[in-house]
């Protein structure tokens, strides 16, 4: 797959002349027949289907007709149709898809989780079952949560008893399941428990299982949850009673099915950085024309000093939450047993990408103001759908936490074996590497010298500005970080993965912008943004420590105030007048 500099850029679906980027997306059959279906059914009939909360048979039927799913999913070796996993062009569709609906892209993130735990098991019977069911058009859902318990898996309730002669039975229930109302095939974690007990322990082993909706009758009692936002979508709990379940069905136990469980996770939750491009993309292309077309106190909204610098703002916040996702797709691409750096950002994806989009949409708030709140808009859904991703069962601080535990690897680097920075959207074919359920070794991990990647841009003062709060940064860390107690100091530990999560997050801007030729306007008001946070990030983690310690000391070092001149910005701006000004939505 050849890749243009256009294409890393956020972009526009809704003109009558796509950007070149757009166009290249345009180019996959799979990309183009989504556009047609969101094409053909308007923005007003969407904004209708969230308003009423319709779930979109008519997309899962358009998706089945043209096996869209299937072509995206499966992987080589149990496609039937010559299909395999290609990870960049799964990305580039969950980008557009979201850019259109959140609410519809969700269907297909939770099949992804329902199936990728068939997948990474030793059952080949159900792998080559699911793919044909992917292939038949069916969805999938994943069965992890629930009410009582959310994201604390330890304390899982529900149930596999062993019943004698008879077998296995299940029982239990599950809150806040995707696609629970339509899945051909749910996959579900339980505990097992002996039939003498009267319910699991913490001790209890892990057991994953298929269930299949249509063959269940003690499937039962599912209720659509009402949320926020992607309302079309849905987000549903089930009760399960007394079901049979055979050895054949069993996906994976004990260490495999707990491995199974965050592999997922820790693969599909990367994915919703695309979709938070993808919806702020379309809000930004919208807000842009909305504000180009308005005119108050005798000038366009776009050319008000302070919205247009806001605007500016919101641009490179947006690109750089792209460059980044593109980036750390290589990293995921290149891994293998010798470089699992993708362990790191992946972490930084899921919690720093969608949490920018948030940023992302609030600059566009203070710009459009009350327009922003009308119903008929797609603004006011990605206002609501945006900060979903983040916030979505609180996992935002859970991967804060996970990537603070990088900090000493990444900064011990420069090791003779350390892995060279994988190519630039190189066309790697299928990896699965990362379909393994496995425990992977955080501290083992061996990242470069992450200044090196801030070289080529040495003459921007706010690259310069960066990097000089990285280095405070770097002595903090190997001083402080390994004196915390996981336990005791788990707050510190969060607000320290803030804090470092914008390092490693700027690094791999720094890199694409480099290899794209990024303007260097644009890479310094990036970086302009980067400098903002970190500092905040780092007051907020002094803010932690003894004020009369060297902890504190040493953080509040870190504060710098960003040099972006007025001709950088207008730079920006000017880029965006004849990126979006020609732009002309169908969909009204």
């Known amino acids: 797959m050849c890749i243009s500099n256009a294409a890393f850029y956020p972009l526009s679906f809704d003109g009558v002349s796509p950007t070149a980027g757009a166009s290249e997306y345009l180019q996959d059959p799979a990309i183009q027949l989504l556009v047609d279906f969101f094409g ?16 979109y ?88 949560s629930e009410k009582a318990h959310g994201a604390d898996l330890m304390a899982n309730e529900f149930s596999v008893r062993t019943a004698g002669s008879d077998g296995m039975l299940a029982d239990g229930e599950k809150y806040y399941i995707g696609n629970s109302n339509a899945a051909g095939l749910i996959s579900v974690l339980a505990r097992m428990v002996d039939g003498s007990e009267t319910g699991p322990t913490r001790r209890s082993a892990f057991v994953f299982f298929a269930l299949r909706p249509d063959q269940a009758p003690g ?104 460059m980044y996702a593109c980036r750390a797709l290589d990293y995921l691409q290149a891994s293998c047993a010798g470089d699992r750096r993708y362990l790191l950002f992946n972490a930084v994806q899921k919690a720093r990408v969608s949490t920018e989009g948030v940023k992302v949409m609030a600059l566009l708030s203070e710009c459009v103001g009350a327009w922003g709140f009308q119903a008929e808009n797609f603004f006011e859904s990605a206002l609501r759908d945006t900060q979903l991703i983040p916030a979505l069962e609180s996992s935002t601080h859970i991967n804060f936490e996970l990537t603070a535990r ?24 299928e990896n699965l590497y990362w379909m393994e359920a496995r425990y992977r070794n955080f501290g083992t991990v061996r990242f470069v010298d992450c200044l090196k990647s801030y070289d080529a841009f040495s003459e921007l003062k706010n690259v310069s500005l960066f990097v000089q709060q990285v280095s405070v940064f770097r002595r903090f860390a190997r001083v402080t970080t390994a004196a915390l107690n996981p336990v005791v100091d788990a707050g510190q530990r969060v607000t320290l993965g803030r804090c ?22 644009l890479v310094s008001v990036i970086f302009h943004g980067l400098i903002q946070d970190l500092t905040q990030e780092a007051l907020q983690l002094a803010a932690m420590f003894p004020d009369d310690g060297s902890q504190r000391a040493e953080l509040q070092r870190m504060v710098r105030v960003p040099e972006t001149n007025a001709a950088e910005f207008e730079h920006v701006s000017e880029l965006i007048e004849k990126r979006y000004t020609k732009q002309q939505s169908p969909l009204k």
Request: a neutral charge.
């Open 219 to 322: 499937f039962q009692n599912i209720q659509k949850i009402r949320t926020l936002g992607i309302r079309a979508a849905f987000v549903g709990e089930f009760e399960v009673r007394d079901h049979p379940v055979a050895e054949a069905d069993v996906i994976s136990r004990g260490r495999s099915a707990w491995d199974a469980v965050f592999a997922t996770v820790n693969l599909g939750k990367f994915f919703l950085g695309f979709g938070a491009i993808g919806s702020c993309s379309h809000a930004f292309a919208e807000a842009h024309a909305h504000m180009h077309g308005r005119v108050l106190y005798g000038k366009r909204v776009t050319e008000i000093p302070h919205l247009r610098m806001a605007t500016a703002s919101a641009f490179a916040r947006l690109t750089a939450m792209k």
């Open 57 to 144: 048979q008519d997309w899962i039927a358009w998706q089945a007709q043209h096996g869209l799913y299937a072509s995206l999913l499966s992987p080589k070796c149990y496609s039937t149709r010559g299909h395999q996993f290609d990870l960049r062009r799964f990305t580039r569709f969950l980008e557009v898809f979201a850019y259109f609906s959140p609410a519809h892209a969700y269907s297909l993130h939770v099949s992804f989780l329902g199936l990728a735990v068939v997948l990474m098991s030793d059952n080949e019977p159900l792998k080559r079952e699911a793919i044909a069911r992917v292939e038949a058009g069916e969805l999938f859902a994943l069965a992890v």
């Open 40 to 55: 053909n059914l308007g923005l007003e009939a969407l904004k209708q289907q969230d308003g009423q909360e319709d779930w």
């Open 406 to 429: 990088f900090v000493e690897p990444y900064f011990h680097a420069a090791d003779t074996d350390t892995p060279p920075v994988p190519p630039i959207a190189a066309d790697a074919g």
């Open 500 to 521: 470092f999560s914008i390092i490693a997050y700027a690094q791999l801007i720094a890199e694409n912008c480099h290899a794209i030729q990024m303007p260097r306007p």
